[in-house]
């Protein structure tokens, strides 16, 4: 195991970029909504997955208010909540 942290610091720069570019976030729903689009597509990306379809399935079993199994997380229930009544 390497003695840095590169790893971390390259995973994180996608996001860090996002948010100095645009000047961050202007809600909570925003932030969390893009904390889950970065999450789906980094795993996506580590398991050699097709972004495209991973998150076709989050947002096809998002739409249903299911859990999303596969990841070992659920959607916050309160996104669940807004999904289901819109």
Request: positive net charge.
């Amino acid at each position: 195991m390497p003695p840095t942290n590169n790893v971390s610091e390259r995973a994180l720069r996608p996001s860090v970029i996002f948010r100095k570019v645009t000047n961050g976030f202007r809600s909570e729903w925003g932030a969390q909504t893009y904390a889950v689009f970065r999450s789906v597509v980094s795993t996506a990306k580590l398991h050699k997955r097709s972004v495209l379809e991973d998150l076709r399935r989050v947002l096809d079993t998002a739409s249903t208010g299911e859990a999303i199994t596969g990841w070992g997380e659920q959607l916050p229930q309160r996104r669940r909540r807004q999904l289901a009544n819109p």
